[in-house]
């Protein structure tokens, strides 16, 4: 494996290669568009293409692509050649400035909400200059915003973007408004840890519903899954290492900050965490990740799994948004110092978070609503449905003593002594010790451990900068009415900010039963389905939010509503009709095939005068399970025909979880009972035994 310090972005046009390919005056140009927002002109812009397009042919590169995220939560791309055509029929390389800052691609086949008529197909993309231009195989790749022909949002991308904007300005202003004119700007940086399943190949192509859905429908429980709690950070497996160390190198190459690996809880379930990075890079790298993940896996006769619950019984797979806040003078506004009690405005941005989070609460968990993820939340590590925020026991403690108005008496932070006297002693951290909690405090950052493995990180990190941005501007009009003693004031708005909204804080086991009783008697939202919480996306209140930062109008936001719902009735359908398929096409007539082999040793033995006592029994417990199953399956056929029936996004999606979604569990208990006594050699796909635990 080559030298990470020398591969280390050498597939991606950063500002290095920028600097060294650049004038000064055009370099200094694209500086102030990456930085303030200004425009490019068309000669600086022609020069960047020029730059740009001599690089990646350099680098083996025959096309280009503007790269975009649609509503689809992965990303699209359309290769045009850099090959131009002269008159005299030759052919040169070109690229220009109006090539690279706009494309026009056909958008009538992208989920748009409505917002154009499908005969409307026109849509554009926009470089974002932002986010570094990058070479995959030979294309070169700009990142791009994406929209359809009268303007209005189609992708994960704007609305992200909008958002930064919207963070920076409320945190700007607010700062200034604590003395710190030094700040000029602050930016949302993320580390998104990614989760993941690695398999054979071999048993993917072989089973169905891996192949259409992502995820296992049937399924019974091996005697030993994680149990032992002995592959959690256990050795790596050979095959494992080598796709690992593949992994690295490709996202070495693409200047992703890939740092950290492991084998995670579930057998063959592995981690890759990165370092953190601004906000919109961090996102357009995610999707790369989970790219080239199953590209590399693939070269290793291997396949990765990004669905949230690929095996039922054992842990899903999530992905842990770390999201903090920093100034362009270097300092991380999470935290806290030697002295949390009296640093003002570590405490203001802390109540600004716990504010945010307590009134847009319902928009945290739609913003990591989907199928596939109800199927995670609230089991196995994953946290509950109920947003709450951990604080840990030292924060806690402070913000009681201010909501008390009481002084704080500090937190004598218990030392860990290992009684060995060549181990050092240390202090126990006091932040993050539950791992329960949905969106806890760690240190100097939040941790959101409600998205899915396989989600865009984009919707919850839009989410997090404008409910912030809100809390700030919040707070900054208040401050800015009084001519008073800010500091003062800015007290006292941390003090009524903890009595208003302490409620959201909670330090406790979210798993319990107890906590839903106490969640729902404190008032705080609780959305066990997207089914149940997507509608909420367009509520009134949320509505004037987005409209408020500009960061959605109010047809684009009914739009994602819309794409929201619809894509959960599809895939819930998809997975039915693939249920429905297998259990019809595959295991009855295993169960078929093994039962009439009983009933032939039965008659054997009994023509010889061999007792046939328990295999009458088997035989009949799989033929009574097969009549069962059959029934099941029909009950599921009617299921599936009904959601044809004429119906809004919304009722369409509640048909969906009431009357399909148990009607496949039903279809599942009785066809893994089914698998648990039948021969191995007659069930007709690989069992979990045979996948997970190879």
Not at 151 to 171: F, H, I, N, W, Y
Not at 243 to 260: K, Q, S
Not at 423 to 431: C, H
Request: charged share 25%; aromatic share 8%.
């Amino acid at each position: 494996m080559a030298d990470f310090e020398h591969i280390f972005s050498t597939r991606v046009f950063n500002d290095a290669v920028m600097k060294k390919r650049l004038s000064p005056a055009t370099y200094e140009k694209l500086r102030r568009v990456i930085d303030e927002g200004d425009e490019l002109d068309i000669t600086a812009a022609n020069e960047v293409a020029k730059a740009m397009k001599e690089w990646a042919m350099e680098n083996g590169a025959t096309h280009y692509t503007h790269w975009f995220q649609p509503m689809t939560g992965i990303t699209a791309e359309k290769h045009d050649s850099f090959l131009s055509v002269q008159s005299d029929g030759s052919v040169l390389s070109d690229f220009s400035g109006k090539k690279l800052i706009k494309g026009e691609p056909d958008a009538s086949s992208f989920p748009s909400g409505g917002l154009r008529s499908t005969f409307e197909a026109r849509g554009y993309t926009a470089w974002d200059p932002t986010s570094y231009v990058f070479l995959k195989a030979n294309t070169l790749c700009i990142p791009t915003v994406f929209c359809s022909y009268s303007g209005q949002v189609l992708d994960k991308k704007t609305p992200l973007l909008r958002s930064l904007e919207a963070l920076s300005a409320a945190a700007v202003r607010l700062l200034h408004l604590l003395d710190r004119t030094d700040v000029t700007h602050v930016f949302a940086e993320v580390g998104a840890e990614q989760e993941y399943f690695l398999i054979d190949r071999k048993y993917f192509e072989q089973r169905r519903d891996l192949l259409y859905t992502g995820r296992t429908l049937f399924g019974a429980k091996p005697p030993k899954a994680q149990e032992l709690d002995d592959h959690y950070f256990g050795t790596l497996r050979p095959e494992v290492k080598e796709f690992m160390a593949e992994l690295d190198e490709e996202l070495w190459r693409l200047g992703v900050y890939a740092n950290t690996e492991h084998n995670e809880a579930a057998p063959s379930q592995h981690e890759l965490a990165p370092i953190y990075t601004g906000a919109n890079r961090a996102c357009d790298q995610n999707q790369l990740t989970m790219e080239i993940m199953k590209n590399v896996a693939h070269r290793h006769g291997l396949c990765c799994l990004l669905h949230e619950k690929p095996f039922a019984h054992i842990n899903g797979s999530g992905k842990h948004n770390n999201w903090s806040l920093s100034t362009n003078t270097g300092e991380n506004l999470f935290k806290p110092g030697n002295d949390p009690y009296n640093d003002t405005q570590f405490l203001l941005f802390l109540a600004a978070v716990i504010k945010a989070v307590d009134e847009y609460q319902d928009l945290l968990r739609i913003s990591v609503a989907s199928a596939s993820n109800d199927h995670r939340l609230g089991a196995s590590e994953a946290p509950p449905a109920i947003v709450s925020i951990y604080l840990g026991d030292e924060m806690t403690g402070v913000l009681d003593a201010i909501a008390e108005g009481k002084k704080y008496t500090g937190h004598n932070r218990e030392r860990m002594e290992m009684g060995v006297g060549a181990l050092p002693d240390f202090a126990k951290d006091t932040s993050d010790r539950n791992r329960t909690s949905p969106f806890a405090f760690t240190g100097n950052k939040f941790e959101f451990r409600m998205p899915g493995a396989s989600q865009s990180i984009a919707d919850p990190n839009m989410v997090l900068n404008t409910i912030m941005a809100d809390a700030l501007t919040d707070f900054a009009d208040r401050l800015e009415r009084s001519h008073k003693d800010r500091t003062a004031l800015a007290r006292r708005i941390i003090r009524e900010t903890l009595k208003k909204h302490g409620r959201i804080i909670f330090n406790g086991n979210n798993y319990s039963e107890e906590w839903v009783s106490e969640a729902e008697a404190r008032g705080l939202c609780h959305y066990r389905t997207a089914a149940d919480a997507i509608p909420h996306f367009s509520d009134p209140k949320n509505i004037l939010l987005f409209g408020k930062h500009k960061i959605f109008s109010e047809s684009e936001i009914r739009s994602r509503t819309e794409i929201m719902l619809e894509s959960y009735f599809k895939i819930i359908k998809i997975e039915a009709q693939t249920m429905l398929s297998m259990v019809r096409c595959e295991i009855l007539p295993a169960v078929y095939r093994y039962e009439s082999s009983l009933c032939r040793l039965i008659a054997e033995k009994s023509a010889a005068g061999l007792s046939d006592g328990h295999e009458k029994k088997n035989a009949q417990r799989i033929a009574t399970g097969a009549d069962e199953l059959y029934e099941a399956a029909g009950i599921l056929d009617a299921a599936i025909a009904g959601s044809d029936a004429p119906r809004n996004a919304e009722d369409a999606a509640a048909y969906m979880k009431n009357a399909v979604l148990p009607a496949m569990c039903d279809v599942r208990a009785l066809a893994d009972a089914l698998e648990t006594n039948v021969g191995k050699d007659d069930w007709p796909f690989p069992t979990y035994g045979d996948i997970i635990l190879h």
